[in-house]
């Protein structure tokens, strides 16, 4: 297949950053600590990936400080003092966090010792009014070994209980009122996270693809935002101790790889359209065709002056992409509900009822309603979907949430409707840096299962799902990023061009796959969320010097979309890698991708053919070339794999 018109000439030379991130935004990597078997990653002032004897204990704690809208402060930090010595480390700085309205100081010190203690203090003090809607520590409890695991509670008021982390995620609140916690990240190690300073309490941050239960200061059931008056101080401390052992160390070796019986059935990839981006889509249809998706899911919302037109133009551009069109439609009246919808159904049928499967939600569920707030009025959900099941018949009914999981476990639909279950999801809304966007993978599977929960039986879909946020559910908009750098919310993010963003969209459509999901839509086909460059209003570094070009997500998809409905084949991998195995043309086909920023080796257990290698040696010629996976193929009489940062592979077997 002929690459779009002005893909990049052969003399272009992409910098390893943007192949890798798509943003040459420099980043300073964290210094590893080191307290004798206790380490530690310094990354901005705060600690993540706290380790013993090699286990991760504790995945961050952070002293954060944010505005009256959740937007964090980046703290200028100066007077930074660092010692080391052979028994642990200790470490001091001052901090400001301000804008034009107002400021407050930090001092913090972070002491460590190879008994197996750290100490993280911060002690801060307001030198105007300042209005916060958080100020203090956040704790981040890492996945394994934790969720569905005891745990020790121990409340303010100083009473000891037993607990669990929740296995399913929980949609609000699962412990409040905390003192300290103490769980086993392996057998025979035991952490206690202490803090203290102020009441904590604990949210499950799968809600959002997060990989971790945060807790954090001051209870939500407090007032916010709050102001700190001009002088007044606060103090907070949380303290880890460890005791036991860790487990010895694995052998060093390649980590292996290997495929089994089948499992379940590939599901169906979709791309996402909003009709802004209907235009660029028709007019690189040649070459997105090639994709292959079985699904495109065509957003509709009246608020913003979408009418009949519109949606004959979505339909018109998914089947220019060889695929079925869904409707996803918001349905802005509240009394006047099942008039607007019959209406709506109405459209669709004098256009032939191209939709196969239509969504709806209320426009008031797009955004979000905190647990204890009250819900704002909204059309009653079962004559809701009882409406549009008779306005758009025999399309298929769905919906759920057009925001994100957080709102679907928090208002689930009735159990009578819709017939599929869906909602989408951003890998950037707590945090914009490329280790939260990928850990963030971990949490796929309690969503997939939590979602089958809800659905009670029911299919469910996912998406379109992308890194960056195409809606704000907690805010005015997503984030806009005319510099081309890392930030959360964004709406065009940087990574999605480059090998994380590709290694990352195999991982997601991998880990539904494994989940059970009927279907998997990720973000677009042009545009903020699309596959190939096309000219727009903020930066594409490279590609729109080149003038063009494939991004390497086009090719992951293409190759991803080959194995729909095909039988999904068990496969066991490292915690760095994420894979797919189907059979599918009569051969076993394995996808995977490194999701690390540092090279890896893999062994492949089992009769390997053949094999093509997406890393940053072959970004430039892969963005010219819609059939480089192809073109990257070769023989291999072994299934031993050297994978670069974020690097793709594709497992042909004989």
Known sequence: MNAPAGTPSPASAPSLAIRLFGTDEPVTPPRRLVAGRLTAELDGGNLRHIRYGGIEIIRAVSFIVRDRNWGTYNPQISDFALEETERGFRIAYDAVAADSEQRLACRATIEASADGWLRFSGAARAETDFCTNRTGFVVLHALENVAGHPVTIEHTDGRVVEGTFPALIDPVQPMMDLRALTHAPAPGLKVTCRMEGDAFEMEDQRNWTDASFKTYVRPLA?????????????????????????????????????????????????LGLDPDDCAATQAHSAALAGVGAGIVTCHYDPRRGHDGETLRQLAETARGLGAEPWLEAVIASVGDYAAEIAALGRTVAALGSPFAT???????????????????????????????????????????????????????????????VSYTTTATLHAGDDHSILEGLESLPAMAASTRAIAGGRPFSVGPGAIGMRANPYGAAPMPNPHNIRQAMNRNDPRHRGLLGAAWALGFFARFAAGGAESVVLGGATGPFGLLHTPQDWPQPWFDEAGGGFFPMFHVLKGLAALQGAPRLAVSVPDFIEAIAAEAGGRRVLWLANRRGSPAQVAIEGPVADVAVLDDAAFAAAARDAGAIETLTQPRSHGTLALGPYAIARVRFS
Not at 373 to 400: H, L, V
């Open 358 to 420: 239509v969504l709806v939600s209320p426009a008031a569920d797009l955004k979000c309603t905190l647990p204890g707030s009250p819900w704002p009025p909204a059309p009653p959900p079962a004559a809701f979907f009882a409406a549009a099941r008779a306005a758009f018949a025999p399309a298929r009914p769905g919906g759920g949430m057009f925001s994100y999981f957080t709102e679907l476990n928090r208002k689930r639909p009735p159990a009578e409707a819709p017939d599929l």
């Open 222 to 270: 407090r007032p916010w935002p709050y102001t700190i008056a001009a002088g007044e101080r606060l103090a907070q401390t949380v303290t880890l101790q460890v005791t036991g052992s860790a487990p010895a160390a694995a052998a060093a070796g390649p980590a292996r790889i290997a495929t089994g019986a089948a499992e379940g059935t590939v599901p169906r990839l979709g």
